[in-house]
């Protein structure tokens, strides 16, 4: 059974930073993409950013390229996500998720593991 558990969520204001980071235990952390998806108040979960495995391919949704970076570490089981230049409109639950391959993905769907999720709201 894997657990994830995702921390540094919170309340920021416009053009703010935060550190998102997700640890995961019960699997071989280092055998699986990871991902970072949020959800906001009546929007259905998007993807937000992915790893490789290996952590040499990253992938990001348009809305946040530039402003946040996905990075993991495979010794402490922890992925994490940086988010500088926030906006309101980056508010959401953000959850992190395992993926079923090496490789990471867009869709929710090739995620088998998903944590319970933490708020950010940045305030304008």
């Known amino acids: 059974q894997v657990q994830l558990v995702e921390s540094g969520g919170g309340l920021v204001q416009a053009g703010g930073s935060l550190r998102l980071s997700c640890a995961a235990s019960?699997?071989?952390?280092?055998?699986?993409?990871m991902g970072w998806f949020r959800q906001a108040p009546g929007k259905e979960r998007e993807f937000v950013a992915s790893?490789?495995?290996?952590?040499?391919?990253?992938n990001y949704a348009d809305s946040v390229k530039g402003r946040c970076t996905i990075s993991r570490d495979n010794a402490k089981n922890t992925v994490a996500l940086q988010m500088n230049s926030l906006k309101p409109e980056d508010t959401a639950v953000y959850y992190c998720?395992?993926?079923?391959?090496?490789?990471?993905?867009?869709?929710?769907?090739?995620?088998?593991?998903w944590g319970q999720g933490t708020q950010v709201t940045v305030s304008s």
């Open positions: 790893i490789s495995r290996s952590g040499d391919i990253t």
């Open positions: 019960g699997r071989t952390f280092s055998w699986y993409a």
């Open positions: 998720a395992v993926g079923s391959g090496a490789y990471g993905s867009r869709w929710s769907q090739t995620y088998n593991y």
